[in-house]
């Protein structure tokens, strides 16, 4: 056999145990215990690529043994083979790190309970996983698309491999850190919006209401005809390209960002509709604990953007008036607190001076802008019969922080009657910001670190309240039937 | 209502302190999915998903003589903490001990007791709670149960099952009644919680004694 055939007999083997290995990784990590059975499901249908890629390596060795590789064409042929299984190998090295933390270990089943009753309100039948990351941050994607996108370069059968699996496999990330923080981690609302985004194609659809404003285009237009001087030369971009193709090239970058921010928008508004004001709290501490108000990237728009989007809806919604009304003295207190929580977060939006933008960021500000009163309208008519009640938030918040200020998990809104997921995260926020302080006093906590091993403590009264109403909930229909 | 200090709590008193309008008097026990768990004299609880079972270590023994700090930062290598979805079960052998608790969160109003009395029908096959536990006054949390299976036969733990009765009774003079929650960092456990043996204030005094064997 010559050098180079024994070379890629030698390749060939070095990438089947790459497939080997990988393979004997699954059989590690299917004996885990994982809360959602999607993740046993995925790691089933890897093993089974990792089948289906030996047996093809082994058709290539066979066929190997019956030729000569005898010049560089066939070399290279031979080498592009191996390299497509190579470069599989490694998304499907990465698609196993969302199953390493995915077990029990990592999510308590509060965690569990609260992106079922999210995601299954939406769809009954999705696949999904929620997983830690080690990032401060919450994320969303789809892990069928890489795969099928990288199954398509390898195996020819690919969509007979995959044919009996969902067409979405869906992963839900937040920050490990944070894996008791029930309260904080409601922002998997966020993510679940991006789910639902892409399920119901609701920002494509508002991308084509978006208009650039002609007379910003002409200005970047104009700005780019003027000459920079480069040493003794004097350079004009026009030069190299026509204002025509120069204000395309605006346009389509434009779109772009535009179509990233609207993607945000969307979710942060399907997150308010389906969680209630937990979100506008939550998101506001998180974001401006990291970024300026004003500080935007081409994929995320300005918290101050976000933040004023969730406080219309706390208005469209009428969360104010609901609140009026209420008989109860002490849950007119807790309410009136509430009131002005809100407006305290309008306080701080007011309080930094908002930065001027123009050329390129004004563009997209101002177009996103525009479109934002439709972002409104289009997600409220979408998620309206899924959404959280302001009345449910009204009958149900305020009995249950009472039981926190009790040292009780508020699972209950009385006796027999199970609290819902989202009544459980908006108790938890309110007390956490109105009445921590209580919690310090009862659990004799002093010190810095006292008292964040009371939040730690209220973190879990909200996990383990999540917990048990959905204990109840599902125990109840059984023992009634 | 007129009850003796001591004496155990019926039916109807039960459920008068599960339902009045007093917070502080108010006996919490979240979720009670049955009225049935109400008996004559007694509230039946159910088990929790959590439990803690033992692990081998490379350790001689638990010792509580050695200096409480060194023994708490290796607490986590003595024990295992394993979840049990409801639909699920988790076999104990015999001679086997793991804790449980409670799916029951209780929190016990300053002028009630509870005694938590493992079910003679499961007594009968081998599960016992193997310590008798003394709930005090001012309570809130899950109680932990010491299950052990002194049996011949493996047996299965179910969450949800009805695994002990709480007897409930009367602890105070009414004068302490009125008083608001108990202060103290050790409420509102939310899972079985290992022994603390080793925070006992008398070992100090016993370690001097032993020279710190």
Same mark, same amino acid.
């Given at each position: 056999?010559?050098?180079?055939?024994?070379?890629?007999?030698?390749?060939?083997?070095?990438?089947?145990?790459?497939?080997?290995?990988?393979?004997?990784?699954?059989?590690?990590?299917?004996?885990?215990?994982?809360?959602?059975?999607?993740?046993?499901?995925?790691?089933?249908?890897?093993?089974?690529?990792?089948?289906?890629?030996?047996?093809?390596?082994?058709?290539?060795?066979?066929?190997?043994?019956?030729?000569?590789?005898?010049?560089?064409?066939?070399?290279?042929?031979?080498?592009?083979?191996?390299?497509?299984?190579?470069?599989?190998?490694?998304?499907?090295?990465?698609?196993?790190?969302?199953?390493?933390?995915?077990?029990?270990?990592?999510?308590?089943?509060?965690?569990?309970?609260?992106?079922?009753?999210?995601?299954?309100?939406?769809?009954?039948?999705?696949?999904?996983?929620?997983?830690?990351?080690?990032?401060? !941050?919450?994320?969303?994607?789809?892990?069928?698309?890489?795969?099928?996108?990288?199954?398509?370069?390898?195996?020819?059968?690919?969509?007979?491999?995959? #044919?009996?699996?969902?067409?979405?496999?869906?992963?839900?990330?937040? /920050?490990?850190?944070?894996?008791?923080?029930?309260?904080?981690?409601?922002?998997?609302?966020?993510?679940?919006?991006?789910?639902?985004?892409?399920?119901?194609?609701?920002?494509?659809?508002?991308?084509?209401?978006?208009?650039?404003?002609?007379?910003?285009?002409?200005?970047?237009?104009?700005?780019?005809? #003027?000459?920079?001087?480069?040493?003794?030369?004097?350079?004009?971009?026009?030069?190299?390209?026509?204002?025509?193709?120069?204000?395309?090239?605006?346009?389509?970058?434009?779109?772009?960002?535009?179509?990233?921010?609207?993607?945000?928008?969307?979710?942060?508004?399907?997150?308010?509709?389906?969680?209630?004001?937990?979100?506008?709290?939550?998101?506001?501490?998180?974001?401006?604990?990291?970024?300026?108000?004003?500080?935007?990237?081409?994929?995320?728009?300005?918290?101050?953007?976000?933040?004023?989007?969730?406080?219309?809806?706390?208005?469209?919604?009428?969360?104010?008036?609901?609140?009026?009304?209420?008989?109860?003295?002490?849950?007119?207190?807790?309410?009136?607190?509430?009131?002005?929580?809100?407006?305290?977060?309008?306080?701080?939006?007011?309080?930094?001076?908002?930065?001027?933008?123009?050329?390129? /960021?004004?563009?997209?500000?101002?177009?996103?802008?525009?479109?934002?009163?439709?972002?409104?309208?289009?997600?409220?008519?979408?998620?309206?019969? !899924?959404?959280?009640?302001?009345?449910?938030?009204?009958?149900?918040?305020?009995?249950?922080?009472?039981?926190?200020?009790?040292?009780?998990?508020?699972?209950?809104?009385?006796?027999?009657?199970?609290?819902?997921?989202?009544?459980?995260?908006?108790?938890?926020?309110?007390?956490?910001?109105?009445?921590?302080?209580?919690?310090?006093?009862?659990?004799?906590?002093?010190?810095?670190?006292?008292?964040?091993?009371?939040?730690?403590?209220?973190?879990?009264?909200?996990?383990?309240?999540?917990?048990?109403?959905?204990?109840?909930?599902?125990?109840?229909?059984?023992?009634?039937? | 209502?007129?009850?003796?200090?001591?004496?155990?709590?019926?039916?109807?008193?039960?459920?008068?302190?599960?339902?009045?309008?007093?917070?502080?008097?108010?006996?919490?026990?979240?979720?009670?999915?049955? !009225?049935?768990?109400?008996?004559?004299?007694?509230?039946?609880?159910?088990?929790?998903?959590?439990?803690?079972?033992?692990?081998?270590?490379?350790?001689?023994?638990?010792?509580?003589?050695?200096?409480?700090?060194?023994?708490?930062?290796?607490?986590?290598?003595?024990?295992?903490?394993?979840?049990?979805?409801?639909?699920?079960?988790?076999?104990?052998?015999?001679?086997?001990?793991?804790?449980?608790?409670?799916?029951?969160?209780?929190?016990?109003?300053?002028?009630?007791?509870?005694?938590?009395?493992?079910?003679?029908?499961?007594?009968?096959?081998?599960?016992?709670?193997?310590?008798?536990?003394?709930?005090?006054?001012?309570?809130?949390?899950?109680?932990?149960?010491?299950?052990?299976?002194?049996?011949?036969?493996?047996? /299965?733990?179910?969450?949800?099952?009805?695994?002990?009765?709480?007897?409930?009774?009367?602890?105070?003079?009414?004068?302490?009644?009125?008083?608001?929650?108990?202060?103290?960092?050790?409420?509102?456990?939310?899972?079985?919680?290992?022994?603390?043996?080793?925070?006992?204030?008398?070992?100090?005094?016993?370690?001097?004694?032993? !020279?710190?064997?």
């Amino acid at each position: 056999m010559a050098q180079s055939t024994l070379l890629i007999q030698d390749l060939i083997n070095t990438t089947k145990e790459e497939f080997f290995y990988h393979d004997m990784r699954i059989a590690e990590l299917q004996q885990k215990e994982y809360p959602f059975s999607a993740c046993k499901g995925m790691l089933d249908l890897l093993s089974k690529i990792d089948d289906e890629i030996l047996n093809e390596l082994d058709k290539l060795e066979k066929e190997l043994s019956s030729v000569n590789v005898k010049n560089r064409v066939d070399f290279k042929q031979y080498l592009d083979k191996i390299r497509r299984y190579g470069h599989l190998v490694g998304i499907l090295h990465y698609l196993l790190t969302f199953f390493e933390m995915g077990s029990r270990e990592y999510i308590p089943e509060g965690s569990v309970v609260l992106i079922d009753s999210i995601v299954k309100k939406f769809e009954p039948n999705a696949v999904y996983v929620l997983v830690p990351i080690h990032e401060h !941050n919450y994320t969303y994607l789809d892990l069928m698309k890489p795969l099928k996108k990288a199954l398509s370069y390898t195996l020819p059968n690919f969509d007979e491999i995959v #044919s009996g699996y969902s067409d979405r496999f869906s992963v839900f990330g937040f /920050p490990l850190i944070q894996k008791e923080n029930s309260i904080l981690n409601s922002i998997l609302a966020h993510e679940v919006g991006h789910f639902i985004d892409e399920v119901n194609k609701i920002s494509d659809k508002l991308m084509s209401k978006v208009s650039l404003d002609p007379k910003i285009m002409d200005k970047i237009a104009k700005k780019a005809e #003027s000459s920079i001087t480069r040493g003794k030369k004097e350079i004009k971009l026009t030069y190299f390209i026509t204002p025509e193709e120069l204000k395309a090239a605006i346009t389509e970058l434009a779109a772009s960002q535009i179509s990233e921010w609207l993607k945000e928008l969307v979710a942060d508004a399907i997150a308010f509709h389906l969680v209630g004001p937990v979100y506008l709290f939550s998101l506001t501490s998180f974001l401006v604990t990291v970024i300026e108000i004003d500080e935007a990237a081409s994929d995320h728009p300005p918290p101050r953007m976000r933040i004023r989007l969730l406080l219309d809806l706390y208005e469209d919604l009428n969360y104010s008036s609901y609140l009026k009304d209420l008989k109860d003295a002490k849950n007119l207190e807790f309410a009136q607190k509430f009131i002005s929580l809100v407006q305290s977060i309008e306080k701080l939006l007011d309080s930094v001076e908002q930065r001027e933008v123009e050329d390129f /960021p004004e563009l997209v500000m101002n177009s996103v802008l525009q479109v934002i009163p439709e972002v409104r309208r289009e997600v409220s008519k979408r998620v309206v019969h !899924n959404q959280y009640e302001p009345d449910e938030f009204r009958n149900e918040v305020f009995k249950l922080i009472e039981l926190l200020d009790l040292v009780i998990p508020p699972a209950e809104i009385e006796i027999g009657k199970p609290a819902s997921v989202n009544s459980i995260l908006n108790a938890g926020s309110l007390y956490e910001l109105m009445l921590v302080d209580n919690l310090y006093e009862i659990l004799e906590a002093t010190t810095t670190k006292e008292r964040m091993e009371v939040r730690h403590k209220l973190h879990k009264l909200i996990l383990k309240a999540l917990e048990l109403s959905s204990i109840e909930t599902r125990m109840k229909k059984l023992l009634k039937s | 209502m007129n009850v003796e200090h001591g004496a155990i709590l019926t039916k109807d008193e039960i459920k008068d302190r599960l339902t009045t309008e007093d917070l502080n008097q108010r006996l919490f026990i979240t979720p009670l999915l049955s !009225n049935e768990q109400i008996g004559w004299a007694s509230v039946d609880v159910r088990l929790g998903n959590e439990f803690i079972a033992f692990r081998r270590t490379k350790y001689a023994m638990f010792n509580p003589l050695e200096k409480s700090e060194k023994l708490t930062s290796r607490i986590g290598d003595f024990q295992e903490r394993i979840y049990i979805p409801l639909g699920e079960r988790l076999v104990l052998h015999p001679q086997q001990l793991v804790l449980g608790c409670t799916l029951e969160y209780i929190r016990l109003p300053n002028d009630l007791v509870a005694e938590v009395v493992g079910r003679s029908s499961w007594g009968r096959l081998g599960l016992i709670l193997s310590a008798a536990t003394l709930v005090h006054p001012g309570f809130a949390g899950v109680v932990t149960l010491e299950l052990a299976n002194q049996g011949d036969v493996p047996l /299965p733990l179910v969450p949800g099952v009805r695994i002990a009765q709480l007897v409930l009774k009367r602890a105070t003079s009414r004068k302490q009644t009125g008083q608001k929650i108990l202060k103290s960092r050790y409420l509102g456990s939310v899972g079985p919680t290992f022994s603390k043996i080793y925070e006992d204030d008398d070992w100090d005094a016993l370690r001097k004694l032993t !020279n710190g064997l």
